[in-house]
T-cell receptor, first 110, second 113 residues
């Protein structure tokens, strides 16, 4: 079983739609959680950290369920510029080792 | 530019040759990571350093791969006797502390022919 699992997609959605991505992780001792965004042929960049209480940043909402070892990302009112690959990232070993999922590809269309 | 810097950006080499990549992290970031990424996959962990100490090395990193961070600042990743399967994007990232985000460089794209 992979340490971090994501549905690779692609998710093709119309502009303005709400889309949700899920991620599961296998190591119950994981201590930190992130969503990264990666544009085609670019390096990954942090989208947001994920906290147990859930957190929101504009149109983006991230949730963590430690009991189920599950992380989610919700994007509301999708924009064309949201088209990218979204990577789920889990920190283990005191949060030092960051393990990435394979990424979920999002395509927002007119 | 105070971001993570990687050199070279692109490298084409013949099978069997040795290659070395360099990463300059963000100043004062004590953690430095190396990842490998192939098309359609997420970044795959290779190794990481805290200051000059190499704390973990992936099982995927064969003995042809070696990484160093001699003074706790820049790092090098060397691949000996390259194989076609080594063709990938090699990403370096740095982080200021525990459980904090990692900042990535633009990567070195290796093509082994």
């Amino acid at each position: 079983r992979k340490e971090v699992e994501q549905d690779p997609g692609p998710f093709n959605v119309p502009e303005g739609a709400t889309v949700a991505f899920n991620c599961t992780y296998s190591n119950s001792a994981s201590q930190s959680f992130f969503w990264y965004r990666q544009d085609c042929r670019k390096e990954p960049k942090l989208l947001m950290s994920v906290y147990s209480s859930g957190n929101e940043d504009g149109r983006f909402t991230a949730q963590l369920n430690r009991a189920s070892q599950y992380i989610s990302l919700l994007i509301r009112d999708s924009k064309l510029s949201d088209s990218a690959t979204y990577l789920c990232v889990v920190g283990t070993g005191g949060g030092n080792k960051l393990t990435f999922g394979t990424g979920t590809q999002l395509k927002v269309e007119l | 530019d105070t971001g993570v810097s990687q050199n070279p950006r692109h490298k084409i080499t013949k099978r069997g040759q040795n290659v070395t990549f360099r990463c300059d992290p963000i100043s004062e970031h004590n953690r430095l990571y190396w990842y490998r990424q192939t098309l359609g996959q997420g970044p795959e962990f290779l190794t990481y350093f805290q200051n000059e100490a190499q704390l973990e090395k992936s099982r995927l990193l064969s003995d042809r791969f070696s990484a160093e961070r001699p003074k706790g600042s820049f790092s090098t990743l060397e691949i000996q006797r390259t194989e076609q399967g080594d063709s990938a994007m090699y990403l370096c990232a740095s982080s200021p502390g525990t459980s904090t985000e990692a900042f990535f460089g633009q990567g070195t794209r290796l093509t082994v022919v």
